[in-house]
């Protein structure tokens, strides 16, 4: 498992990933409001899943629970 989110460096370096990136983000967006708080924190703030779990005042288990919820219906959503 991804315990440290993973901040975002260097995206859309290629022109051709700005779509994908647009795509990425439009996602995200549709998330149920808690799964897009953890992406927020662990993706976009870089935040490690114990870190999140304070921030948000819930378990770890509940951020890792979310975070695995969120990337699954990324994955669904753009086509994975």
Do not use: I
């Not at 700005?18 to 409001?33: C, G, K, T, Y």
């Not at 890792?64 to 969120?70: D, L, T």
């Amino acid at each position: 498992a991804d315990d440290k989110g993973g901040a975002v460096h260097g995206a859309a370096a290629e022109p051709g990933d700005l779509d994908q990136w647009a795509d990425f983000h439009r996602a995200v967006e549709r998330l149920p409001s808690e799964e897009r708080e953890v992406v927020g924190l662990l993706y976009y703030g870089g935040l490690t899943q114990d870190e999140a779990a304070g921030v948000l005042n819930v378990s770890v288990r509940t951020v890792k629970r979310r975070w695995q919820s969120a990337r699954v219906r990324l994955f669904e959503a753009l086509g994975g």
